[in-house]
């Protein structure tokens, strides 16, 4: 069998589709801005608004026709060119390969997580191949009581679904590289065992039937180096989790389709939920240390797009695989817990700079570097043009003070600004903004299978201008918290490595006022400047204005999952998950409630008075050898644990305890001698 050969030549065609367009439409769009400016000649502030608003308007204009060819694509439901599927017959022959399937943790809920990994495990043995795939948990945790809480829930999801010798975990004590790190070690310990690797993350979870067709995709094609499956996002209930749910379900498909459509076979990687060809990975995606020191140097955080390029690099593809469904994750449950991670990916993402000129890459590859750091630099660009029309505005105005004749001077053709051109540039904008809402919706609609699952047409219909409404409001302030972001890289400010908030939790009004008061006031002081300039420029900024305004009631309110859970009980914002949800999602929702997890308080009491806490601890410590405890901090952890007065131990005595079994061992015979005197 020979796998389709990917075409230069079709994907050229469709590159100038989209990008050819999108650079036509960036031309007029600009052309139009300067002649609306320049009916007074242009003024210096003048032409920087026009330099940003091209950097601006172009950006819209890849989205818009991205999501165009997207709806192209979904429009004529017919698979993309150069990737090989199995025939009817291949299908259900079994798997020549070795898979695994790895999961990074790091300080995680193990309740979550395993139940996660259980369904999925099920749902691969459902499908009659698990012969062809090994479970991998790979602990980064630094917290003790996560790191002996990850031990017992993988001993009894072993024992529950008879995973032993299938299902491994690992914790690793130096955590060099973060999640890049932790996936390395694991390529170089165990990975060359198997012919292709699925990684997912702490909240992923898979139905099997994809984890085996991805498996058979890599085997009928050979060049393939990593497969993505798109993840939908599900499982959470406050508001703002439902309005990316809702989302992603109705317009993310349409620009992923976009994207696939002109990249093919040199699309993106996005770090989970996706399949790798392992001794490629290992061989050509090895990751380089940058010069210098965080934000820019140091370890790459975003490692996922580096991969993709030099597996690009290396001769083989990259596909972003939107036909394939049961890729499932969950998303951030607030509006502060969105910008938390997203000061992560802005850094990351902002690193790639300096690997844009990098030798050797596609140009596809570079192109993803800088709409990486595209994703990010708008906000800073819509606020310094933003920023620029006030700036210009108050520079005529002082022209026009200082010089009362200047206007006479230029004659009756300065006096007749272009109301029209400039709605009709704003018009178009616009639609081109919520074009990808639009064709989502359509989409939707014509699907009766899909409309009627999220609630009928009416109810689907008011979801989607309730979403647009609520988004349009946000978007202001996430404006506002990314130019932070990037401006704080830029300035050097590095981001910290945590866990990231995956439950819901109703946010304070007191947080909520602390983190959003600097929005507040930015809204304050532009409502103020344009009424200033004028009464009918404030209208125009009224979105703007009103989403600054209103961050602190708007972040309290979409955090609450009585909001989430009241839409849905009448039909808004639901998705058809939801409605008719996998058998994957539902096992994992059973099998969380059913095998939920005493927490651990305080792990070295639980080991030492745990007989198979205990046990399984040093079972663990003897089969993956670490390096040695601290000396300084075991001795001061001796002193307190086995003295005649117990004292409370610190998070790194407790670290250097767990990590020395002849301790461990030392205060449970000590704790059972006393128990029996």
């Known amino acids: 069998m020979h796998a389709h050969s990917f075409s230069p030549e079709s994907a050229g065609i469709r590159r100038l589709f989209v990008l050819g367009l999108a650079a036509v439409s960036t031309l007029v769009g600009t052309w139009e801005m300067h002649r609306l400016l320049s009916a007074r000649g242009t003024t210096v502030p003048e032409g920087v608004l026009l330099v940003l608003f091209a950097l601006c308007f172009g950006w819209i204009a890849l989205s818009f026709w991205t999501a165009v060819a997207g709806f192209l694509q979904l429009a004529v439901s017919k698979r993309l060119p150069g990737l090989r599927w199995p025939t009817a017959e291949e299908s259900t022959t079994r798997l020549t390969s070795r898979t695994s399937v790895v999961m990074p943790v790091h300080n995680e809920d193990p309740a979550s997580v395993f139940a996660n990994v259980q369904a999925t495990y099920e749902s691969v043995e459902a499908t009659g ?287 007749a600004f272009d109301t029209t051109g400039a709605v009709r540039l704003f018009s178009v904008s616009m639609a081109m903004l919520f074009a990808p809402k639009c064709f989502g919706l359509l989409l939707a609609l014509a699907s009766s299978q899909d409309s009627a699952l999220m609630g009928g047409r009416i109810r689907l219909v008011l979801s989607v201008l309730l979403e647009s409404v609520l988004a349009t409001l946000m978007a202001p302030v996430m404006m506002l918290f990314q130019s932070h972001f990037v401006f704080g890289t830029l300035l050097g400010y590095k981001v910290t490595w945590s866990s990231q908030q995956r439950d819901d939790a109703d946010l304070p009004w007191s947080e909520a006022a602390r983190r959003h008061a600097a929005h507040t006031t930015v809204g304050v002081v532009l409502a103020a400047v344009a009424f200033f300039l004028s009464p009918g420029l404030l209208l125009w900024l009224s979105p703007v204005v009103a989403g600054l305004l209103l961050s602190i009631p708007l972040s309290v309110f979409t955090s609450r999952a009585s909001l989430g859970i009241w839409l849905e009980r009448r039909g808004l914002l639901v998705i058809p998950e939801e409605t008719e949800p996998p058998r994957v999602l539902e096992r994992a929702q059973e099998v969380a409630e059913e095998h939920a997890l005493e927490p651990v308080k305080d792990a070295v009491d639980h080991v030492i008075s745990d007989a198979k806490a205990h046990a399984l601890h040093l079972a663990l410590l003897e089969s993956q050898p670490s390096p040695a405890a601290v000396p300084m901090a075991l001795a001061s952890a001796r002193r307190k644990l086995l003295g005649d007065n117990v004292e409370p131990l610190s998070p790194p005595e407790k670290t250097a305890v767990l990590m020395d079994a002849h301790t461990l061992t030392e205060a449970r015979e000590r704790r059972l001698t006393l128990a029996v005197s």
């Open 129 to 415: 191949q698990l012969d062809a795939f090994d479970f991998y948990i790979l602990s980064d945790s630094t917290r003790p009581e996560a790191w002996i809480a990850e031990e017992l829930a993988w001993a009894d999801l072993c024992r529950r679904v008879g995973g032993q010798g299938r299902i491994f975990y690992r914790r690793r004590t130096d955590n060099t590289g973060k999640k890049a790190g932790n996936l390395q070690d694991f390529c170089e310990r165990w990975g060359r065992h198997y012919d292709f690797t699925i990684v997912l993350d702490a909240d992923s979870l898979m139905d099997g039937r994809t984890l085996v067709t991805m498996a058979r995709l890599m085997e009928l094609n050979p060049r393939a180096g990593i497969l993505q499956a798109p993840p939908l996002n599900v499982g959470r209930s406050t508001l703002f989790a439902r309005l990316q749910q809702f989302a992603g379900r109705v317009y993310g498909p349409v620009v992923a389709a976009g994207a696939a459509a002109w990249q093919l076979g040199e699309s993106n990687y996005w770090g989970h939920n996706a399949i790798i060809r392992t001794e490629a990975f290992i061989q050509h995606c090895g990751l380089p240390v940058l010069p210098g020191q965080q934000p820019f140097g140091g370890h790459i955080l975003s490692h996922d797009f580096v991969e993709a390029a030099l597996m690009r690099r290396a001769g083989y593809t990259v596909w972003l695989v939107t036909e394939l469904g049961g890729s499932f994750e969950q998303p951030p449950p607030s509006l502060l817990d969105y910008a938390q991670r997203d000061r992560r990916w802005c850094q990351g993402n902002l690193q790639h700079l300096s690997l844009v000129a990098a030798g050797g890459l596609h140009p596809i590859s570079r192109g993803h570097f800088l709409m990486g750091v595209m994703s990010y630099a708008a906000s800073p660009l819509w606020l310094l043009f933003l920023m620029s029309g006030l700036i210009a505005g108050l520079y005529d105005g002082w022209l026009s003070f200082s010089n009362p004749h200047l206007l006479e001077d230029l004659g009756p053709e300065a006096l």
